[in-house]
């Protein structure tokens, strides 16, 4: 029994992780020799994923940056917030550096009896009948175009601007984020010295993030910027998860809007699921075989299609705001963010996602 996984990111290395942790031999097929670490990314993850990571992935509590607590602000209540997160009992989310992730998998599976790293510059000559299951989490090869292309799209016409910005050491364990007339802006503590920005905005690919952090900056001093990166911002919910035993995964299942934070979230997700139904298979002495991505569709594609379109409907919602006079909808949310049982729905829905 071997499965095969097409790339070398993150989703791919966790994995290719949690498969050979089950003893189940792996062959990664890297798009490129030599990996690059994106140094400006961050990922925050929820509890409820950690826990599931640390216990079936990989321990990575020594790389967290724990949040207690989230604010949000509108531009049209000038400052005013208008919804507040946090609990007593747990930390709300963590922060983690992509690169500092991708390096510890790399290393733990490098020098794993399970694991396998193989360079194929082309899987059009790759031998399907050698692997149980072949998982794509490239959305670059010729599996993809042409199997997993057709996809429900919307692209926003935004791009998202990230970096991560050194200051003077400070208590910093609240994330915040304003609704800007021009997007979503987030500042997510990393560190005591270090916090991520992300802020994207509507049909400007260049700007100048430096300005226009010092505009909605209200903490950080002796800040010293990194140079931006940014990306071009869409969402996408794949049509087909499966072509044979061919099961697509991560990105290309849905790309969603990075105003929640819950990307990578949706993906450890579906590990999760991924991984339940292997060992089920195992269990009961069964082969591992196309019936899984059978059953993996039919459990995640209706979850994370209905997820990704409420992420959709929060950045519309606060898109609407943006293009009137008034501030009608911002007080609105406030009202709500006052009812405890909504609060908490809310904050059940960013840990577990729509199982909760």
Request: glycine share 4%; net charge positive; aromatic share 12%.
């Amino acid at each position: 029994m071997k499965l095969g996984i097409l790339g070398n990111g993150l989703t791919s290395l966790s994995l290719a992780k949690s498969l050979v942790n089950k003893g189940i031999f792996v062959d990664i097929f890297l798009d490129q020799k030599n990996l690059d670490f994106n140094k400006k990314r961050t990922i925050g993850l929820s509890k409820k994923n950690i826990d599931f990571f640390n216990r079936e992935i990989l321990n990575i509590e020594k790389f967290l940056w724990n949040i207690n607590k989230i604010e949000i602000y509108s531009e049209n209540l000038k400052g005013e917030k208008i919804l507040n997160f946090e609990n007593d009992n747990y930390d709300l989310f963590s922060m983690i550096k992509n690169f500092q992730l991708q390096k510890e998998l790399l290393s733990k599976l490098t020098i794993n009896k399970f694991c396998n790293f193989k360079k194929k510059k082309n899987y059009e000559n790759l031998n399907l009948k050698e692997y149980s299951l072949i998982i794509n989490c490239d959305s670059r090869n010729q599996i993809t175009k042409k199997f997993f292309y057709k996809n429900l799209i919307k692209k926003y016409n935004s791009f998202a601007h990230t970096t991560i910005i050194k200051h003077k050491k400070i208590k910093n364990n609240v994330a915040c984020q304003i609704f800007t007339r021009k997007g979503p802006l987030a500042f997510l503590p990393l560190s005591e010295t270090e916090t991520s920005i992300v802020y994207s905005v509507k049909g400007e690919k260049n700007i100048d993030l430096k300005k226009l952090f010092e505009k909605y900056n209200f903490k950080y001093e002796s800040v010293l910027f990194e140079k931006p990166a940014s990306f071009e911002l869409k969402s996408t919910n794949l049509r087909s998860y499966y072509h044979n035993n061919i099961l697509a995964f991560g990105d290309l299942l849905h790309r969603i809007h990075p105003l929640a934070g819950q990307g990578f979230n949706m993906t450890i997700r579906d590990i999760n699921i991924l991984c339940e139904l292997i060992n089920c298979r195992i269990d009961n002495g069964l082969e591992l075989d196309k019936s899984i991505c059978i059953d993996f569709e039919k459990k995640t594609k209706h979850k994370n299609y209905l997820f990704s379109r409420g992420i959709d409907y929060v950045y519309e919602f606060f898109n609407l705001e943006s293009k009137m006079d008034n501030n009608i909808l911002s007080k609105s949310i406030q009202v709500i963010g006052k009812n405890k049982f909504l609060n908490k729905s809310f904050e059940k829905i960013a840990n577990n996602g729509l199982d909760f």
